[in-house]
């Protein structure tokens, strides 16, 4: 809520669904975009989305274009089972950033994660999170890959080395 009510200029969301989603997802439909309407009622309409079939519409190469990929899932029809091609994702922009997020499955985290990519994209510098390294710790590219990757997605991650005596720079 803070976060909506914090937000200067408009921040655009393109949701890439299909129409006609199958269950269960097409209940994810209907939970975005109610999670789209608060986020708008919030920010008092600087929160501005779109809804596109990109199949329908044909804009399907747009939406691979910003990293919306299609799935295929199984779907039951006239008593045959056949393979439908849809999609499923959001795409926020603000200014000249934008951050996506490909395929949105499950609505589990998802008011987590649309309020993640609306501070992502309009913080103009991320703060940076430091990891020590050269003594021995775990690696942040080889052990820590979910971790970092997490971190990533609200922080810039790097690696700090140091040598016994060397000052500290304070801004990490």
Do not use: C, W
């Amino acid at each position: 809520k803070q976060l909506a009510e914090s937000l200067d200029d408009p921040v655009i969301v393109k949701m890439y669904f299909s129409e006609n989603l199958p269950a269960p997802y097409n209940s994810n439909a209907r939970y975005l975009k109610d999670q789209l309407y608060e986020y708008r009622a919030y920010s008092g309409g600087q929160v501005r989305f779109e809804f596109i079939d990109p199949i329908k519409e044909d804009r399907e190469e747009e939406a691979q274009g910003l990293g919306i990929p299609p799935l295929q899932v199984q779907v039951v029809e006239e008593d045959k089972v056949e393979l439908k091609k849809i999609y499923m994702g959001l795409v926020f922009m603000y200014e000249d950033r934008r951050e996506v997020i490909p395929v949105v499955q499950s609505t589990r985290n998802l008011e987590y994660e649309i309020s993640s990519m609306l501070r992502k994209v309009t913080n103009e510098v991320l703060p940076t999170v430091g990891f020590l390294a050269g003594h021995g710790e775990n690696g942040l590219y080889t052990d820590m890959q979910t971790g970092r990757e997490a971190l990533e997605q609200l922080y810039q991650v790097q690696t700090v080395s140091i040598t016994p005596g060397q000052l500290i720079d304070s801004t990490i």
